[in-house]
Every structure is written in structure tokens, then in C-alpha cells.
């Protein structure tokens, strides 16, 4: 098997104490790659390397151009091992690679080019003063910043922390899930191919209570905290962030209602709401696991939509045809199985899926559920979905929004004044009209609620990673 270090300074290197773990696959269910076990100690020589190549090294004091170009080559370098950078979340986490390789990888790379390009372009604000000053801003690097990443996008998530944070020339100190470290170091491996300086991308592995988690959300060499994951553990980071006065940026969960419209069109209603609830096995922030189907449309709506479901191909993650793979994690596996076997007692109906072999659950529709129930006001993040009809305009949108989560909503609608209005109605981050999944980096991501605090992409990351200083110069005197 093969063995994954933390990366600091530079250099691949094992705990300071020696402690491993072993990283298991979950469609075998057996350990496939030993990786480094972090801790206390080894979170402070990472922070310490940032903190160095921050103050003494070339990164932050770099043109933007220069920076963009080793941003751009590793991305390159991205592409290039696809395969073997898919493989690696798809061995640790059990993503069909399809969606692995063939999406996330170049969505990661995209990530880099974009940020790179962004800080290259991006202009700042000059304020001509009456007074005869003269003020304008620069967006300096906040200094080390800390990424804590989940298991379900493992690359693409932590480039869409780590590509902003460096482009802006901060150095990094990430620590990827326990449940899918293997692409976090290889992407510092890659990294340093690409010519990035020593301690300025670190990875250090771990867990997170009493762990590498912990102990970096807490270290007062920290200067921001970047965090994806549940919202139980960001309120506990953001008391963490709280106690050394650090921004924190948090990605937390999502309940997203996706709302038919009875003047929807149907075919394609149908092939977005699949994917919104199945892709990625349900494990994704985003997913659309709430459906609200307008009363005339509901029948026909379900009848197509279990066919669907009833049609994926669920196997070996591995496997290209495979579209429905293992959750994640046993314990990951056990949460979603919970759901499923309460379905009947919390009263409701399973029309198609269940249980399947392993960890597996197949896709999963649920109907006839009250709205108070777990299953419509918890996050399952697993191929399980409930659908309900309704019959008013204002009805969805009180459905919609009858959650404290707020991360994102769906309407599908072919008729323009319905979709400007509820999409302004909807309380979330993001609203997709007739789609789903697009992404312009350029966009506010994040969420309302218990979905998150502050918003990342485009000129939103520079906020978050930079310091915004102002300079007002006299210009009057002769
Ligand atoms: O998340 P955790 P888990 C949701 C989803 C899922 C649930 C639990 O509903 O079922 O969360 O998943 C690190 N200090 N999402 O338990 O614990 C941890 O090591 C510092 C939604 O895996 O939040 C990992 O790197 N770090 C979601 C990361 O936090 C800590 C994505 C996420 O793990 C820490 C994932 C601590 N005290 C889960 N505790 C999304 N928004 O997309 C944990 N970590």
C-alpha cells in the first residue's frame, strides 16, 4: 500500500510522532492507501513553514503574472495526471469516475487558471478627492491561511480554497478530510513540480476534534480560516476564529427545494432534478433533495422521474458506466441508512430504491412525507429525495424556504415573470431557473442560514484573502 505524508516546507514527511492511518475504499470496503496521522505538532512546523516563506519567501512579493504562471502550469499538471488524480478520490471516497476525472480535475485546474487570471485582471478603486488627496486601494495578502476541506469534492474543493488564497499570495496550510487525503498531497507534489516555492502549500492530515483539524483552526499564526463541511463543525471553527479575532469563511450544508412549475418543461425538469439529488451519490452541499411539484404535473412528474432513478447504474465507482457508487465512509453509510429505514415510521413512502449491496443506497424516492419530518428539514447528503406536489405559487415559495438551511433552490419555469419573482422570493445563495450545477467563478458562492457565513468567488474571494488597504496621498502641494 502505498503511503501519503504531510507536506511542509517542501518535503513529503511522515508525523512527528509517527502515526498512521489508513485511507479505505469504500466500494471494497478494505484500506487501500496508509496515510500520515497529523497532530498538534505537526500542524505548527506547517504553519510555521507558511509563516516563513510568507514573510521571508518570494510568493507573496511576486508579480501577479509570475504567480498566475505557476498557478497555470499546475493546473496543467492537473490535467495531465487526470487519471490519476480522479482515481484517487474515487479509491478514497467512492466518487464514480466519470465525475471524478472527467469533471472534478478539470474543474480543480479551472479553479487555479481562474484565480490566477482573476487577481492578474482585477483593478482597484481610485477615489480623486476634493480635498486635493488622493485615495486608492490595494489588496494585499492576508497572510497564512487555513483550508479545511470535505470529503465529497475532495481536489475541486480544496483548489477552490487554495487557488484564490495563493493567487492573492498567501501561503497555505490545507488539511483535506480523513476521509479522502490521497489528492491533497499529491496536489503538493504537483505543486512543487510546477515551481511553487517550498512552504508555500502545506498539507498536513488528520482528523478534526482533538486532532490536525482542531489544533490548525485554533493556532494563533493563523490569519484565515476557510472551512466546507457540516454546519455543526463550522459553528464550532467559528468559535475557534472568534477566540483569535481570524475571518472565517464557511460552506456549510444544504437543503436545497427545487420547485416545478406545472408550465415546466417536463423532459427537462426531469433530467436536471436527477441529477441535482444523484450526482456524486446525493453527497454534494447543493443537491436538490427537497422536489416540489406543481398538483396538475405531479403524477406524470413522479412516474418519469422513478423511471429515471430506476434506470442508473449503480456499481463498482471504477467502472466508467457506473453512475451511482458507495457513500463515502462506513459511518457516512450509516447516517444516510438511518434515514432510509425511518421513512415509514416518520410517514412516509418509499417508491423506488433502499438499501443496496455494501454501503450502497440505491436512488431513493420518498413521497407522501410530512414537511416537519427529518427527512425534509435535516440534510441526509445521500441519494434520497422527497417529493411533495402543491398548488400555489406562494405555497412553494413558503415549502422552499420552510428550512434553516439557505444555500441554494431550483424553479423550473417557462414562464419569465414567475421565475424573476420567485427567484427573488427564495431565500439562498444561489437560484438556478430551468438548470443546474452551472457555475460562473466569477459569482457569489455561499449561503444564508445554516448554510454558511460570507460568499467566495470572483472579487468575494479577493475580499476574503487579501487585506484592502487604503493609501490617500496629499497631491495638492507644488
Ligand atoms: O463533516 P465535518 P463530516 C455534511 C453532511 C455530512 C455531515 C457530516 O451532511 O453528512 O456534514 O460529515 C474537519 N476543527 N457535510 O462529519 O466533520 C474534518 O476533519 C477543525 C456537508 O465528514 O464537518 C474534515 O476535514 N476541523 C459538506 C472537515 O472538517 C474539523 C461537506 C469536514 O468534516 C473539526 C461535508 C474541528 N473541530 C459534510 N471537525 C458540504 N458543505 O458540502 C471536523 N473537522
New binding site residues.
Given amino acids: 500500500m502505498d503511503f501519503y505524508g504531510h507536506v511542509i516546507d517542501g518535503e513529503e514527511v511522515p508525523s512527528a510522532d509517527g502515526a498512521e492511518f489508513d485511507s479505505i475504499d469504500p466500494y471494497r470496503r478494505e484500506p487501500w492507501a496508509r496515510v500520515a496521522l497529523g497532530s498538534a505538532a505537526d500542524v505548527d512546523r506547517a504553519v510555521r513553514a507558511a509563516r516563513r516563506a510568507f514573510d521571508e519567501g518570494p510568493w507573496p512579493r511576486m508579480g501577479l503574472a509570475e504567480r498566475g504562471a505557476v498557478l497555470h502550469r499546475l493546473a496543467g499538471l492537473l490535467e495531465r495526471n487526470a487519471e490519476e488524480m480522479g482515481l484517487s478520490d474515487t479509491r478514497d471516497m467512492g466518487k464514480p469516475i466519470t465525475q471524478s476525472r472527467d469533471n472534478d480535475v478539470f474543474r480543480a485546474a479551472a479553479n487555479l487558471r481562474f484565480f490566477a487570471d482573476h487577481a492578474r485582471l482585477s483593478t482597484a478603486e481610485t477615489l480623486p478627492m476634493d480635498s486635493g488627496h488622493h485615495a486608492y486601494t490595494r489588496f494585499e495578502p492576508a497572510g497564512v491561511v487555513a483550508a479545511?476541506?470535505?470529503?465529497?469534492y475532495p481536489l475541486m474543493l480544496a483548489t477552490w480554497k487554495v487557488a484564490p488564497a495563493l493567487a492573492w499570495g498567501n501561503t497555505v496550510v490545507l488539511?483535506?478530510?480523513?476521509?479522502s487525503p490521497v489528492s491533497a498531497t499529491k496536489l503538493a507534489r504537483l505543486a512543487l513540480e510546477a515551481g511553487m516555492p517550498p512552504g508555500v502549500l502545506n498539507v498536513v492530515h488528520g482528523?478534526?476534534?482533538d486532532s490536525a483539524?482542531?489544533a490548525?483552526?485554533e493556532h494563533p499564526g493563523i490569519d484565515r480560516i476557510t472551512?466546507?463541511?457540516?454546519s455543526s463543525?463550522g459553528r464550532?471553527?467559528a468559535r475557534?476564529a472568534a477566540a483569535n479575532l481570524v475571518p472565517v469563511s464557511l460552506?456549510?450544508?444544504?437543503k436545497g427545494a427545487n420547485v416545478v412549475f406545472a408550465d415546466a418543461d417536463l423532459a427537462n425538469a426531469v433530467e436536471w432534478s436527477i441529477k441535482a439529488v444523484y450526482t456524486n451519490t446525493g453527497q454534494v452541499?447543493l443537491a436538490g433533495s427537497r422536489i416540489y411539484v406543481q398538483r396538475p404535473i405531479y403524477e406524470e412528474f413522479l412516474a418519469r422521474f422513478v423511471a429515471a432513478a430506476e434506470a442508473m447504474v449503480i456499481g463498482d465507482p471504477c467502472d466508467a458506466a457506473t453512475q451511482i457508487g458507495p457513500l463515502a465512509s462506513e459511518q457516512?453509510y450509516r447516517?444516510v441508512r438511518g434515514y432510509v429505514e425511518t421513512v415509514e415510521s416518520a410517514g412516509g413512502k418509499i417508491l423506488t430504491g433502499g438499501l443496496g449491496d455494501g454501503w450502497t443506497v440505491r436512488p431513493t424516492v420518498v413521497v407522501d412525507m410530512p414537511q416537519t419530518a427529518p427527512h425534509c428539514t435535516e440534510?441526509i447528503?445521500g441519494p434520497l429525495v422527497v417529493i411533495s406536489p402543491f398548488d400555489t405559487e406562494q405555497e412553494a415559495v413558503e415549502l422552499a424556504n420552510n428550512t434553516r438551511y439557505g444555500l441554494n433552490a431550483m424553479v423550473f419555469t417557462e414562464n419569465l415573470h414567475r421565475a424573476h419573482r420567485v427567484s427573488a422570493r427564495l431565500r439562498a445563495g444561489t437560484v438556478w431557473v430551468n438548470c443546474f450545477f452551472i457555475r460562473d467563478l466569477r459569482a457569489p458562492f455561499g449561503g444564508v442560514g445554516d448554510s454558511g457565513v460570507g460568499r467566495e468567488g470572483g472579487s468575494f474571494s479577493r475580499e476574503f484573502f487579501t487585506e484592502p488597504k487604503a493609501v490617500i496621498i496629499d497631491v495638492k502641494r507644488d
Avoid: M
Fill in positions: 479545511i476541506a470535505p470529503w465529497n488539511k483535506p478530510a480523513e476521509d482528523r478534526g476534534p483539524g482542531q490548525l483552526t472551512f466546507t463541511g457540516a463543525t464550532v471553527i475557534a460552506e456549510l450544508g444544504g452541499c457516512h447516517k440534510e447528503f
